[in-house]
């Protein structure tokens, strides 16, 4: 088999000694150290990434984040002070840069920190150096040194100004320095004169801005270095509710510890378990303090105030500011949401424990189970946890008054062993609690462990093992033979045998049957720690002081591998017995193949920042467990070469079981019960309510419906009226339209004759215009014929004038060349002569720039000095220009950043220009639509005005029987005066219910007379009661007692006969019990009553209108009739006139004949009027009869019933 691989999968622990130990990589995951590195943990997902620490580490003192949050620095203990810079964002957080200085003899660095970007790292070395250091970690380079203060003063914590890479502050005791990094040195600037305090923490509020805080609570707010704000802090100290009998602590004075910056203020812990928040205030430079924040007190532990006594080391603010975390001295982080502090104002929040409460001291113990998936640790810090390593989650947790030095946990997972200073306890694992339920008399038990079938436990006792039952609880043998303290003990896999090494140098394998020894093997030079025995129990594996693992057969040391100067502090062997695990004093796993190789074959692992002190494997030899004195548990995967983890047997699941107590099942009951009744109740009371609402809601509708019905009827009676009122409109405006359109008419005719007359005269001006642009015209062609002779004449003058010019210029120009020949010639000869005069000066220029160059060679001797003075400001320079290409890289991933914001604009542009296509579409069809109605508009109003011709002349037909719509107007007053008469009866009808109304108030009032009687009753019976009372008292004595009740007889029964009065007032009482029933009956059936009348009074009233409307329509149809009688008797009048004036005279016969048919024609039509006119009287007389039986009808059903008053 090949050597065992581990892999780190979680970690329980925390390092509160690391300065600003918590960071956020963002909003969902911190930072923090635990064991011998960092870790990286999701708070919603619950996941985490170890960040392993270097391998000659002593220990970390400091943590870093870079402000673009992608490296982490941290400060490491060593040989010398180093600063290790991790590439946090890679998925491995690979290890980028090891910076260190060989000249310090300072060991550590106390406080780093980034410049703001990311480029430069200080760091400032503790005793005895006290110096900071300025880097340009990416290359390796010191930019700048600076020794800030003595050995009496120490430093806390060193920052640079989050906008400025040259200007760092550093705090201390009795230290407050600005530094500013210029010309490749660091320069102070002074401070306002302040008195020397113990300054423990500052931060940056902005550019210039920086605040301080001391430990006598005072905070100092410094702009441009000069004092701007001060505050003294005073502890608000809360009463406290402990349940302990322990003694208080005194109150604690105030200090600022922690301080951090967010947008409204700062945030400060000035006190134990305290954080203050900050907010700017309404005056400048002023902040005032609005909230307060404390650590809630712990339930589990025995002094529940010991959690409100911790510091607040580091405060750490997420970068959306939505959550506060604080770690504390007892290594512990809580958190909070703002956004609940905000709502509890003026109350004081809490924090929360962040993801589980881990160790705050060394752990001494460690144990596990097979049925559960469970880890018991037990502390220095007096607590017992139970862990889970499957589900990564602390299960049960306590604290004890003693301190626990060993914890064993049975196989099933019920119970555990501790050992406390006085006693062994046994105890149970409950739902929620660990109680003892047996107790030992074995004081200081530093090793105990349950065998593997959990029927005996094994407990040393300094250097005498004891072995008790499970069951019983009996001592069953005592193991002697140890000269030291037993320092481990072991079982074999069918618990027949016991191993067990001491401080003595011996290893012993016992019987635990008959309590023998089998086998010993001692060696008086090593002190062994930690012990192992394989699953067939042959070989023995133990680890000691000398720095050896052994391998022990039949007493005998069968191999020693040695481990190269470190020491073995604990041992486990893996089930199967093939793989093996050793812890060392440095803190780092060691895993072997089994059995063990010639060569030093291991794989080793760094785990923890202490000597491991336990370890443990599962069940299942899945999970290694390990703990250490840096009070941290890790657990580790076991994998194979291919990163595979080993087969697990599926047949053995974990057991769900828990134990409960009986009186904790019962109240747990009965809670529940009473949760079930209080269900019920409010079941009930929910649907009380909702019964309440139902009935008010259909009260409401019924009110809303009546009131929509009469709304309703008063609309159609508004629009009945409105449209009357539109045709009269209607009517007006097309008279005026008439009107209009005539004067219209007669306004054109007017103006074009007025126009007329216009043109008329303007044509004959036009004429006159014509014949004087003709005369022009002809003078115009006169004067360019004058014009163009005179310019030929000029034109001839001037060619002649400019050839003779010519003529003399050509000459000048011939004598021009000539004079130039001579010139050139000339010229020649002087350049001659220049050439001999420049050699002779060359000459002479040689010798002196040969002088020249020996000056030159003596001041470049001396200008060589000055190069170096020049290189370091070139180096400067670079430096600059370095800076200057950061800030373009950060400018160009600006740039891409906009240019992939503009490309998402562009693609929501071009989704917008689709929109508007889609929309410009919709309004093309909408736009369609509206043309066709438009001509559709334009049909119906040609239509219009062809219904409103036809409209005039049904008007001008309907005129003639505008008097018979009079008559029928009338009527219908008539019938509307007896509609006012059957309101009047309605009215009588109201005034007799409230009659009723008030004779019931007159009940009421009776009823309240006869309560106060009731109450006046009750009264009597109370003195009567205490009058009795007080005759009890005379029981002994007769002759008071018969005193005593004559008195009260006299006092209370003034009457001769009671009997009867009481009866006769139990018949007052029933006959005014059946006068109030018969009056309430009465008065139900009158609104019964009512209720009809009122609604068969309105469909009388309805079906009088329906009868209204039927007759004006009949009313309308006969004057149609009439109408067209009347146009048949004028055509007939008409005809009978045009035949008198066209017959003859002579023609006699004919005449009579004409006559005769005419007045027949008459007769018909008169009698024919005289029929239809009966007819319609016939149905008035009809309709007034039914309007009349109606009226008596309801009269008779208005009389109500006379009341019998009683």
Request: proline share 3%; with cysteine; net charge neutral.
């Amino acid at each position: 088999m090949t050597t065992p691989l581990l892999q780190a999968h979680h970690i329980f622990g925390f390092q509160g000694s690391v300065v600003n130990n918590v960071l956020y990589f963002d909003d969902q995951s911190i930072i923090f150290p635990s064991g011998s590195g960092c870790v990286r943990y999701n708070i919603d997902q619950k996941w985490q990434k170890f960040i392993t620490g270097s391998e000659k580490s002593r220990g970390m003192l400091a943590l870093a984040l870079s402000p673009n949050r992608r490296y982490l620095a941290i400060s490491e203990k060593g040989e010398k002070a180093t600063v290790s810079i991790y590439d946090v964002q890679h998925d491995q957080s690979r290890k980028r840069k090891s910076l260190s200085v060989n000249d310090l003899q300072a060991q550590e660095f106390i406080s780093i920190a980034f410049s703001p970007d990311s480029k430069y790292l200080i760091a400032h070395s503790g005793q005895p150096d006290w110096t900071l250091i300025y880097w340009l970690w990416k290359k390796q380079k010191i930019v700048g040194v600076m020794k800030t203060t003595t050995n009496t003063n120490p430093i806390y914590q060193v920052s640079f100004n989050p906008q400025d890479n040259a200007q760092i502050c550093v705090v201390g005791d009795g230290v407050l320095k600005l530094l500013r990094f210029a010309d490749g040195n660091l320069k102070q600037t002074n401070f306002q004169k302040l008195e020397l305090q113990n300054f423990l923490t500052h931060a940056w509020m902005s550019e210039d801005r920086i605040i301080v805080g001391t430990d006598k609570g005072k905070l100092y707010l410094f702009e441009l270095a000069e004092l701007r704000w001060e505050y003294k802090i005073v502890l608000e100290h809360r009463p406290s509710t402990s349940i302990s009998q322990m003694p208080l602590p005194p109150p604690a004075l105030p200090k600022i510890t922690a301080m951090t910056i967010y947008s409204k203020g700062f945030i400060c812990s000035p006190g134990p378990s305290v954080v203050y928040i900050f907010e700017k205030g309404e005056e400048k430079d002023t902040f005032k303090k609005t909230r307060v924040i404390r650590i809630p007190q712990d339930p589990f532990s025995t002094d529940p105030t010991q959690a409100e006594q911790q510091e607040i080391l580091t405060l750490c603010l997420s970068p959306s500011e939505e959550t506060l975390i604080a770690s504390t001295n007892k290594n512990q982080l809580y958190s909070i949401t703002l956004s609940s502090a905000e709502m509890s104002k003026g109350e004081v929040a809490q924090f929360e424990i962040l993801s589980q409460s881990f160790h705050s001291n060394i752990i001494t113990g460690l144990d596990i189970c097979v049925r559960k998936p469970f880890v018991v640790t037990s502390s220095t810090d007096r607590s017992i946890r139970l862990w889970n390593y499957e589900t990564n989650v602390l299960e049960l947790y306590k604290e004890f008054q003693e301190e626990a030095y060993s914890v064993a946990l049975h196989p099933s997972g019920l119970y555990i062993l501790v050992g406390f200073f006085d006693k062994l306890r046994l105890m149970n694992l409950l739902i929620d609690d660990i109680r003892s339920f047996k107790e030992f008399t074995i004081r200081s038990c530093r090793e105990c462990s349950f065998s593997h079938g959990g029927h005996l436990f094994a407990v040393v006792n300094g250097n005498v093992i004891h072995i008790h039952s499970t069951i019983t609880f009996e001592n069953q043998i005592n193991l002697k033979g140890h000269n030291g303290k037993v320092r481990a003990i072991a079982w074999n896999m069918d618990d027949s045998k016991l191993v067990s090494c001491g401080m003595d140098g011996a290893v012993y394998e016992w019987n635990t049957l008959t309590g023998k020894r089998e086998s010993e093997c001692v060696l008086k030079t090593c002190s062994y720690t930690g012990i192992s025995i394989s699953p067939d129990g042959k070989c023995i594996f133990a680890v000691g002081s000398d720095r050896t693992l052994k391998e022990i057969t039949d007493s005998q040391i069968i191999r020693e591998v040695p481990s190269n100067d470190v020491a073995y502090t604990s041992i486990v062997l893996s089930r199967s017995g093939r793989m093996l695990f050793v812890g060392t004093a440095n803190g780092t796993v060691r895993s072997m193949k089994v059995p063990l190789p010639v060569k030093q074959e291991w794989n080793e692992y760094e785990a923890h920042n202490g000597p491991i002190t336990k370890m443990a494997i599962t069940n299942d030899d899945q999970y290694l467990l390990t703990v250490s004195e840096d009070s941290c548990l890790v657990i580790w995967k076991i994998i194979d070469k291919e990163g595979r983890v080993l087969k697990q047997d599926k047949e053995l699941g974990h057991a769900e079981e828990i134990l409960i107590t009986k009186s904790d099942l019962q109240e747990k009951n009965q809670l529940t019960l009473e949760l079930k009744t209080r269900v019920e109740e409010l079941k009930m009371e929910n649907e009380y309510q909702l019964r309440l609402k139902d009935m008010n809601y259909n009260d409401k509708i019924k009110e809303l419906t009546e009131k929509f019905i009469q709304e309703m009827e008063a609309l159609k009676t508004k629009n009945q009226v409105l449209k009357t009122d539109k045709e009269k409109v209607e009517i007006k405006h097309k008279e005026d339209t008439v009107m209009i359109l005539d004067k219209h008419s007669k306004e054109i005719e007017d103006l074009e004759t007025m126009n007329n007359q216009k043109l008329m005269l303007e044509y004959e001006k036009y004429q006159e215009l014509q014949i004087k642009s003709q005369r022009m015209q002809e003078d115009y062609e006169r004067q360019l014929i004058e014009m163009d002779e005179s310019k030929t004449q000029a034109l001839e003058e001037l060619t002649e004038y400019y050839e003779t010019k010519l003529q003399e210029k050509a000459t000048l120009i011939t004598q021009l060349q000539e004079d130039s020949r001579q010139q050139i010639k000339e010229s020649d000869e002087t350049k001659k002569q220049i050439e001999e005069d420049c050699d002779r000066e060359i000459q002479d220029i040689k010798i002196k720039y040969e002088r020249n160059l020996r000056d030159e060679k003596e001041a470049n001797l001396r200008l060589k000095g000055e190069t170096g003075i020049m290189r370091k400001k070139f180096t400067s320079l670079q430096k600059e220009i370095e800076d200057r290409q950061g800030e373009i890289e950060k400018l160009k991933t600006e740039h891409q950043k906009l240019h992939g914001v503009i490309r998402s604009l562009e693609k929501d542009i071009q989704g917008l220009k689709k929109e508007i296509l889609e929309r410009d579409e919709t309004i093309q069809d909408k736009e369609k639509r509206i043309y066709d109605l438009k001509k559709k508009n334009q049909e119906l109003e040609k239509f219009k005005f062809v219904l409103d011709y036809k409209i005039k002349e049904l008007k001008q037909q309907i005129e003639p029987r505008e008097n018979d719509i009079k008559e029928m107007k009338e009527q219908i007053q008539q019938m509307e005066n007896e509609l006012e008469l059957f309101h009047k009866h309605n009215a009588q009808l109201e005034l007799n219910i409230g009659e009723l109304k008030q004779k019931l108030k007159a009940t009421e009032a009776e009823m309240r007379k006869e309560m106060e009687k009731v109450h006046r009753v009750e009264s009597v019976v109370k003195r009567f009661k205490t009058d009795v009372y007080n005759c009890v008292g005379f029981i002994q004595d007769p002759k008071k007692l018969k005193e005593s009740v004559q008195q009260l007889y006299e006092k209370y029964v003034p009457q001769t006969d009671v009997f009867d009065i009481a009866a006769i007032d139990s018949d007052i009482q029933r006959e005014f019990g059946r006068q109030r029933n018969h009056l309430e009956k009465s008065i139900a059936t009158l609104q019964k009553k009512l209720l009809k009348d009122a609604e068969i009074h309105r469909a009388d009233n309805v079906r009088i209108m329906q009868e209204n409307v039927a007759l004006i329509k009949e009313i309308n149809d006969l004057r149609q009739e009439l109408k067209i009688a009347r146009i048949k008797v004028h055509d007939l009048e008409v005809t009978l006139g045009t035949l008198k004036k066209t017959k003859k005279p002579c023609a006699h016969d004919f005449k009579d004949n004409c006559s005769r048919s005419g007045t027949v024609a008459r007769l018909n039509f008169d009698q024919e009027s005289e029929r239809i006119i009966e007819m319609q009287r016939l149905e008035i007389k009809q309709l007034r009869e039914k309007i009349q039986t109606l009226e008596e009808r309801q009269q008779t059903v208005s009389v109500l019933p006379a009341l019998t008053v009683l």
